[in-house]
């Protein structure tokens, strides 16, 4: 999907659209600066590396990219059921995971604009909703995920190995 996206992005020069192989490091490298960076995740855990493994998710998975004056600014993954990436998505639920926003766009819309695919792409897949997980301390993501109608399900959270809550956020497509 390749389109100018989101709530106000004509007018930010934000494009959304998927990401080519060749951007794969960079995006990587966008995900664990902002996943490290904010401390959301030590460097030194599995999962920082498989943030920056790009190739091996764009391989499984979707990837799109938000760019700006032809700049990545902000990247997340779009996993389908089934496939290795989809951790939590039940049948008819697209999952997103690993969205990502340079520090230097933040207020661009990026974030906004990239759920807002994911929304898209999953209504014109015939999904009947999203499904995402995310951490208590992430609340500049959780006020997009809130703005779009996100509501938790507590019944699907679940902890890391090292013990921390992943709350899980559902967007009901149907109602």
Do not use: C
């Amino acid at each position: 999907m390749d389109a100018k996206a989101g709530i106000g992005a004509e007018n930010t020069g934000l494009v959304i659209r998927s990401a080519r192989p060749d951007e794969y490091a960079a995006i990587g490298e966008l995900t664990v600066e902002v996943y490290v960076g904010d401390g959301f995740v030590r460097a030194d855990t599995p999962y920082a590396a498989e943030l920056a493994d790009t190739a091996h998710r764009g391989a499984s998975a979707q990837l799109l990219v938000a760019t700006h004056a032809d700049r990545i600014v902000g990247s997340l993954t779009v996993a389908r059921p089934g496939t290795p990436y989809a951790e939590i998505a039940r049948p008819g639920e697209l999952e997103f995971r690993m969205l990502a926003v340079s520090k230097t766009a933040r207020g661009l819309g990026a974030g906004t604009a990239l759920v807002r695919t994911v929304i898209d792409i999953a209504k014109a897949e015939g999904f009947n909703a999203v499904a995402l997980t995310t951490m208590p301390a992430m609340t500049d993501a959780r006020r997009i995920y809130d703005r779009f109608g996100f509501i938790p399900t507590p019944d699907r959270d679940w902890h890391t190995p090292a013990g921390e809550l992943l709350t899980v956020l559902r967007l009901d497509l149907e109602g």
